[in-house]
């Protein structure tokens, strides 16, 4: 797939700081609907902070963010998750003491004819499934997190920001993860993924960004970030 033709999502320069420490040079980027769109870099590149920047949990210190033609760049991060943004932190956070059913009930929010529910959700992540009465506390990495993700599912985000997913995870449980992810797009799920396991990012990705230092180095479809060797070396030193 190539550029979308008319982004849901577009991030104009985005310039974030946490107090004094400046972190991202102008970030721009775009997502298109149905699309899986990749942002990869190393440690402390300025990925999560693009995502946190998105939802406003760290406002932007200038530029410019735009949601299906609405600027959202100072919105609060309640107002961005009900325009249909949904994030998926790095750190898990899902409740110790709630069962998988219960974790998932408590987040039911939008609700819509077509939505997910516990039920749907379950179909999705059959394991979470069998899971469903263990709390959330006494599972595996990777359960917890397909917990997460099918948490936030559960408020039907027209956009998945995905943050690391695939990170501490075994190589059989990102594999899992992966396919679990490629159901969600194949649904139509649009996706913002940040990562810095390439060959996960690549077998989802429909285009990638590449970041570095808070400045976007590259911007490409998958394909043609597979075949550059030169951006890998560079940017991701692979
Ligand atoms: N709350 C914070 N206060 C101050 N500096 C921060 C804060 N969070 C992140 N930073 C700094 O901002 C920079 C970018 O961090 P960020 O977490 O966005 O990177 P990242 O690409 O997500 O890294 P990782 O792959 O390790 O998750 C880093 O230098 C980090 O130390
Ligand atoms: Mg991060």
């Given at each position: 797939m190539g550029a979308p033709s008319e982004p849901v999502l577009t991030v104009e320069e985005l310039r974030t700081a946490y107090g004094l420490s400046r972190v991202l040079f102008g970030v721009s980027l775009r997502i298109g609907a149905g699309e899986c769109v990749c942002l990869l870099g190393r440690n402390g590149v300025g990925k999560t902070t693009t995502m946190r920047s998105i939802m406003g949990l760290t406002p932007a210190a200038s530029g410019r963010i735009m949601w299906k033609g609405r600027n959202i760049t100072r919105e609060a991060p309640f107002r961005v998750a009900a325009l249909g943004i949904g994030f998926v932190p790095e750190?898990?956070?899902?409740?110790?003491?709630?069962?998988v059913w219960e974790n998932l009930d408590v987040a039911t929010r939008r609700a819509r004819a077509d939505g997910f529910t516990v039920e749907r959700v379950f179909e999705l992540f059959p394991k979470l499934h069998e899971l469903r009465?263990?709390?959330?506390?006494?599972?595996?990495g990777g359960e917890q997190q397909m917990l997460t993700i099918a948490r936030t599912l559960m408020g039907n985000p027209e956009l998945l920001l995905l943050d690391e997913p695939s990170e501490g995870l075994a190589p059989l449980v990102v594999e899992h993860l992966r396919q679990q992810i490629a159901r969600l797009k194949a649904g139509g799920q649009t996706i913002l993924l940040a990562e810095q396991n390439v060959e996960f990012s690549l077998s989802l990705a429909d285009r990638v960004y590449v970041l570095e230092k808070g400045h976007i180095r590259y911007e490409g479809t998958a394909r043609e970030f597979r075949e550059d060797e030169t951006i890998r070396q560079r940017y991701l030193a692979l």
């Open positions: 750190d898990r956070r899902i409740f110790a003491d709630l069962t009465d263990r709390q959330g506390g006494f599972l595996s």
